[in-house]
């Protein structure tokens, strides 16, 4: 399809040399590029840059394999640089490989290259006959260009299948810069490169694409997490966010302790994903410990039980004081009557007293004194009333005695450690993983966010020298996320100088790192964070300097 003058251009064993050289180099760095566009840009720069070719342009086959989309195009005499880096969007139409009734597009040199998986090599579109150059001519008319010589060269996947087009533009000779065909050396490397291209595309497709689907199942967890409990959804989601926002400012600052931290994207995205799983170990925790959001609540809040209770005992002294009374009838003693309704109010006023304060106590907003503790068990044996079966029982069942003696929120030793066992559910689980080198350390990151610098967090008990940068990273972004959270059952979220305040507590007490929490600090991160994800009536006036160390 076409011809050339072969005398053109000679190749000599030097530069052939030079360019297999050049060849094998782009192999190799195509082979670590992971940005698919750099990588499309980067197959077609080289291939421009081996062949000696002007312009080019990269073709891409469309999903459902009947267009080519344009993707990258480039032509160094006129400076035009579309797609790719270059920020300028190709708006040009894609090019059908057939037209409605199926039969092959052959009139057009990229479409016929990728229907019969042929090299067209061609010496000047002017004179070839057998394809339409039409819209080329039009092109040279309208920039004053002169378009020659055309290297179209199906891409073939390893196995067989084209997709896409390396189609190069005007060869030009290395030392005189005449325009001159692409020489059979030229068409040789093209072709090794598309090969080389097409594998190092389909390998970042199928990366892309199980990297995707390994999303999308983090995804299902943690759907699995919020569907069990919505109150946990948006912490699996505002976690990794503020994770990444403390993670960038360490990596851009240039001076004090962290000043050697830094990260590629293989870090970010390792960071990422052991953000996203940081919990996943949650959807083994049973829901109604997570949404406890009373100290009497299980599968409901049994304050209504204990509210029944105390209806009933109000009815008992009513109904005793109505019979008290009706024995008197006979006398008529107006005083002795009085006497039984005083002290009956008297009763009810109690009652009424004692299920205010268990009601208070129930919701653990407020820590409790040990004078408030003795209360609810006197409570708890003083009452004696009679159970659905007639049978005489304490007020309150040993196990609701013991809930609502929390001293503070609303969760038994027990439960808490059932809470923090999802900790060692998330390692036991991410442990489990076969993950690739550049994943290695998600267990790592994610399995220390409940650690503390001083040694006394769990699971591990990990000192902040044990610890990575990350691992006290996602530490300080889980305890803050908690603390402003306002989608947690027992709490409101707090305001921005308050969850400071608390926060330059836990850097001064050992509980997080002191050198990120400066950085979280004097970087501006837990504003950032705030406005994008606070309410606005959280965001309340700071005053920065109170939360550094200096």
Known sequence: MGSRNKGDKVDSTEDLLRRLEQLNAIGAALSKERDITRLLESILVAAKTITHADGGTLYRVTPDGRELRFEILRTDSLQIAMGGSSGKPINFPNISLYDEQGRPNDSLVAAYAAIH???????????APNFDFSGTHVFDERTGYRSQSFLTVPMKDHEGDVIGVLQLLNATHPSSAKVVSFSGADQSLAESLASQAAIAITNRNLVTQLESLFESFISLINLAIDEKSHYTGGHCQRVPALTMMLAEAVNATCEGPLADFTMDDRDRYELKIAGLLHDCGKVTTPVHVVDKGTKLQTLFDRIDLVDTRFEVLKRDREIATLYAQLALRD?????????????CRAEIDTLDADREFLRSANKGAESMKEADLQRVRDIGRRYIWRNVLGVETEFLTADETENLCIRAGTLTLAERETINHHIVATIKMLEQLPWPKHLKNVPEYAGGHHERMDGKGYPKGLTREQMSVQARVMGI?????ALTASDRPYKQGMKLSQAMGIMYKFRMGGHIDPDLFDVFVKEGVYLRYAQQFLD????????PQLWTSS
């Not at 998986?117 to 004179?127: G, K, L, P, R």
């Not at 972004?477 to 996320?481: G, R, T, V």
């Not at 606005?536 to 005053?543: A, F, G, K, R």
């Open 117 to 127: 998986h042929q090299t067209v090599n061609i010496a000047d579109v002017y004179t």
């Open 331 to 343: 006398q008529k003693d107006a005083g002795a009557e009085a006497v039984l309704w005083n002290r």
């Open 477 to 481: 972004a889980d305890i803050f996320e």
């Open 536 to 543: 606005p009536w959280q965001i309340d006036e700071v005053n």
